[in-house]
């Protein structure tokens, strides 16, 4: 099983900030098979980014994704209102699909 | 409009099971697979299995088998999730997630969840 690691667990930021979030996996992830998705409060998660660095759809740029093999990045350019929550990362190469344990952007 | 609307909150005692639906709509049912995750309370997500809406076959998370069945019925194009011997732990917000395949020359290309229902609440207690 691919364990992934997120950090930091909470990110405490200003709106206009830059974020930059890690998602480190234990082994190789597959193909880059590397997805990033938000979850506000009371909500289900929705995807951003997958293959480590495509945009899901009707994501806005400021989203982008990066990485490989086992280390990768979600970096949000300029953090609006509406981006503050939990992200995490999953991995889709191999079974069982794993997810890491999430990182918190919070206003600071 | 394309979504995936689940059933409604469930509350169980413990040894009980429950069967959470998954009705989707505006889209091609069978070419999607279906992913069951669930969210313990202040926890990540814990994927849990996926069902092939075209074939009707299952795979399950290690944690779950002998535990969890994820069928579904292509005529009103709904999947459902039953898990049995519910303990406290089971406590958890349930999703449904969709996931676009693609299979070339008999190989199959896995992807992330582009579609997620919006959960169904069960709680276990006595």
């Known amino acids: 099983e691919i364990v992934l690691t997120q950090s930091p667990g909470t990110l405490s930021l200003s709106p206009g900030e830059r974020a930059t979030l890690s998602c480190r996996a234990s082994?190789?992830?597959?193909?880059?098979?590397l997805a990033w998705y938000q979850q506000k409060p009371g909500q289900a998660p929705r995807l951003l980014i997958y293959g480590a660095s495509s945009r899901a759809t009707g994501i806005p740029d400021r989203f982008s994704g990066s990485g490989s093999g086992t280390d990768f990045t979600l970096t949000i350019s300029r953090l609006e209102p509406e981006d503050f929550a939990v992200y995490y990362c999953?991995?889709?190469?191999?079974?069982?699909?794993?997810f890491g344990q999430g990182t918190k952007v919070e206003i600071k | 409009q394309v979504q995936l609307v689940q059933s409604g909150a469930e509350v169980k005692k413990p040894g009980a099971s429950v069967k959470v639906s998954c009705k989707a709509s505006?889209?091609?049912?069978?070419?999607?697979?279906m992913h069951w995750v669930r969210q313990a309370p202040g926890q990540g997500p814990e994927w849990m299995g996926w069902i092939d809406l075209k074939s009707g076959a299952a795979r399950y998370a290690q944690n779950f088998q002998g535990r969890v069945t994820m069928t579904r019925d292509t005529s009103i194009t709904t999947a459902y999730m039953e898990l049995t011997s519910l303990r406290s732990d089971d406590t958890a917000v349930y999703y449904c997630?969709?996931?676009?395949?693609?299979?070339?020359?008999?190989?199959?290309?896995?992807?992330?969840?582009?579609?997620w229902g919006l959960g169904t609440m069960v709680t276990v207690s006595s």
């Open positions: 999953q991995q889709y190469g191999s079974s069982p699909r794993t």
């Open positions: 082994q190789s992830v597959s193909s880059n098979y």
């Open positions: 997630a969709r996931e676009p395949y693609e299979c070339i020359n008999g190989v199959c290309y896995s992807d992330a969840f582009d579609l």
């Open positions: 505006g889209y091609p049912f069978t070419a999607y697979f």
